[in-house]
């Protein structure tokens, strides 16, 4: 899609970053600095130009000095330069030239002609577009997916590897005991073997080689992926470590290095294990290859840093649900008598997580979120726990942002007003208790589970005991492959919703009968979002290639299709094809009495799936909630029709001066967000 128009929004964090002592503000500073500079390894994992148009916009701000106007000439306009400006800040913010949200391409409004004029200012540019000038106005690629004729994933390298290779390569690593969040992997020149290169500043060969079953290749392991960018991440977390506020921090900050430098996992995840015990730190920090929502199979992950300064009051507000957490565990759809009225499929002790309000000072990744979760690995959420993380700076974006016309006229100052704070809530809910419930039945090793063998927990749905759990070394991602991600945050959104007309619980964030908005508004609201973010999420499906291109989206759009076959007509879509309008109707009567029990009986069945490994069954029943049919592209054409302009953030910079360290934030403009990145030095 050609670009038109953004919304752009500044991550504002001068007030909490003043409020940091001067040996805060260096830790922040090299922890930002070392964020930043993952960009370049997240172009790469995007696509094959995204290196090259980064170093094009970067080297067209130098030659005019940031001053735009000077691009101005016979064949460049100021229309034609403002259109530009529109496609570096939105290929900027999201780190390549596929949106984080959605991964379909866009490209610059603009043609070959007027980039040409713009690559003519220097024999650099000129070199660089000779290398981009195809890629960045083609389509084909629509989105990011498995290599094909319609969709490409850097993921895999030259393009030439099947989705039934990455699955038998994926098969021998999983047997082998390889992680492969840092991994990507390419096909040799002989046709049947393959590389799977390591992230790692180490590039010394391995010399470890594994047979594939069922074929006459092999797969090699290879260190140096992203050698010089993680080389340059390593130098900023050792810095930073010279001003760390405790031994934790200084412990995961040197598990991070090992874990960089040799490219193990294992390194990695000790850091992780390390870093929950960190509480409460005033900079909080994610580093790493956290989120495998990009790769099309769904276990490698995009590299991602998030420097974030805590801030005491707003999560004092947190404090309060976490201390009273047990209560709401037990008032999940799958809570029974045993284990202290928990059931069998849940934790017998929910260790409270650290669970934070922050402020984002530093966000290297291709989407920023308003919450966040991790570890994803679920050993370690099991045995050591887990961090919560609400991005405020982020979340205020959303009671701003320009929303899609879906709720009916007379309603929809209402519906606005509400939303932030309904928003809020069901993010709260989705981390702490969507991410944060649940307990997986496992093998952990030949003859030991986690749960009695001998007798078996019964499943609520089938009410016969379970048949199936993780075998040794099998993980969620590497069990449900491309449905993991979705899945997971399907039943995250699900828990949210689930609990979203509890009066106790939203009484703790001050939601009562009384107050200006009340509780059921909040409630009510929450499912006027759950039509429309379920309509939104048909823009992410892709017509060509018949799959989603964002996690939550397929998840949203689940979740209305529950509503509208299970929900006796709590949730009802009224579509105008003459006008290209939609509208989201709720019935306010229904939600405790048809809305809830709906989504309490789909947020089971995942549940139940995910506990049990049973990869099958969740792929049977989930396909055919989230298929796309033909009504729902007619649905779909009236949400492209009406969609607003896509979000873009400018987030500040820190420089060191001597020993101190100023901050510096830009104005909220294109210019602006492509000026915070060329003071960047990347």
């Known amino acids: 899609m050609a670009l038109e128009g953004v919304q752009v929004f500044r991550l504002d964090v001068r007030a909490q970053f003043e409020c940091l002592s001067g040996s805060e503000k260096r830790y922040a500073h090299h922890m930002a600095r070392a964020a930043w500079l993952g960009t370049r390894i997240i172009l790469r994992q995007v696509s094959p130009e995204s290196l090259a148009i980064f170093d094009f916009i970067l080297e067209l701000y130098h030659t005019c000095s940031g ?6 000439e016979p064949g460049a306009t100021r229309e034609d330069i403002d259109k530009f400006l529109t496609y570096a800040a939105t290929f900027l913010s999201n780190i390549g030239n596929y949106f984080g949200s ?15 004029k713009l690559a003519a200012r220097s024999t650099q540019l000129s070199k660089i577009y000779e290398d981009i000038s195809s890629a960045i106005l083609s389509i084909p690629p629509y989105s990011l997916g498995y290599p094909s004729e319609t969709t490409q994933s850097s993921y895999y390298p030259e393009g030439n590897v099947t989705e039934e290779e990455v699955s038998i390569v994926s098969k021998a690593l999983e047997q082998n005991s390889i992680f492969p969040e840092n991994t990507r992997v390419r096909k040799s020149n002989n046709g049947i073997d393959f590389e799977v290169l390591i992230a790692s500043v180490e590039s010394e060969d391995l010399h470890q080689s594994f047979p594939l079953s069922d074929t006459k290749g092999s797969v090699k392991l290879v260190r140096g992926d992203h050698s010089s960018e993680l080389q340059n991440i390593c130098t900023e977390l050792s810095e930073a470590s010279n001003h760390a506020a405790n031994s934790l921090q200084k412990d995961f900050l040197r598990a991070y290095i090992e874990g960089f430098q040799t490219g193990s996992l294992d390194s990695y995840r ?9 509480k409460a730190p005033r900079v909080e920090n994610i580093f790493g290859f956290v989120e495998p929502y990009r790769d099309p199979h769904g276990t490698r992950s995009e590299f991602e840093g998030l420097v974030a300064i805590s801030n005491h009051g707003e999560t004092e507000l947190l404090s309060k649900l976490v201390e009273n957490s047990a209560k709401f565990i037990r008032r999940l759809p799958w809570a029974t008598g ?9 934790k017998s002790l929910f260790e409270p997580p650290d669970f934070s309000s922050i402020h984002s000072l530093a966000y290297c990744s291709s989407i920023i979120f308003p919450g ?3 570890p ?9 726990g887990f961090k919560s993380v609400i991005i405020a700076n982020r979340m205020a974006v959303e009671g701003k942002a320009i929303q899609y016309p879906f709720i009916e006229h007379s309603l929809a ?3 606005q007003k509400h939303k932030f704070p309904a928003y809020y809530m069901w993010v709260v809910l989705h981390e702490l208790f969507g991410h944060g419930t649940g307990k997986m039945m496992v ?5 030991k589970y986690n749960f009695d063998i001998q007798n078996p927990p019964v499943n609520p749905i089938t009410r016969n005991p379970i048949a199936s759990w993780y075998k040794p070394g099998q993980t969620w991602t590497g069990q449900f492959g491309d449905l993991a991600t979705t899945v997971d945050e399907c039943r995250a959104e699900l828990v949210g919703a689930y609990l979203m007309d509890d009066l106790e619980l939203l009484s703790l964030f001050g939601f009562t009968e009384a107050s200006d908005i009340r509780a059921d508004d909040v409630t009510y609201n929450l499912y006027q979002q759950l039509g429309v973010d379920g309509l939104r999420g048909l823009s992410n499906f892709n017509l060509d290639s018949r799959k989603w291109g964002q996690a939550h989206s397929r998840a949203h759009f689940a979740m209305l299709k529950c509503l509208l076959i299970d929900g006796d007509g709590v949730v009802t879509v009224l579509y105008n094809k003459q006008t290209q309008s939609l509208t989201v109707r709720v019935d306010r009567s229904k939600i405790s009495t048809h809305g809830k029990p709906a989504l309490g009986k789909m947020l089971l069945q995942l549940h139940m799936y995910r506990c049990t490994a049973d990869s099958e069954g969740c792929r049977a029943y989930y396909e055919e909630l989230s298929k796309v049919e033909a009504q729902h592209i007619e649905w779909r054409q009236a949400v492209l029709a009406n969609k607003p302009p896509p979000l873009v953030f400018v987030h500040a910079n820190t420089f060191l001066d001597g020993d101190s360290v100023t901050l510096k934030e830009y104005e909220p403009t294109t210019e602006g967000l492509i000026k915070s990145w060329a003071e960047r030095r990347l």
């Open 376 to 384: 994803n690995y679920n050993d370690i959420r099991q045995e050591d």
């Open 270 to 278: 000790e850091s992780q294990r390390i870093w929950v015990r960190d």
């Open 67 to 72: 001053n735009w106007d000077a691009l101005v």
């Open 338 to 346: 045993e284990n202290d009225g928990r059931g069998p499929f849940e």
């Open 443 to 447: 093998e952990t090793e030949e003859g």
């Open 102 to 116: 959605g991964d379909q391409k866009f490209v610059p409004a603009v043609d070959d002609s007027v980039l040409r």
């Open 372 to 374: 966040i979760n991790v």
């Open 413 to 415: 100052a209402t519906f």
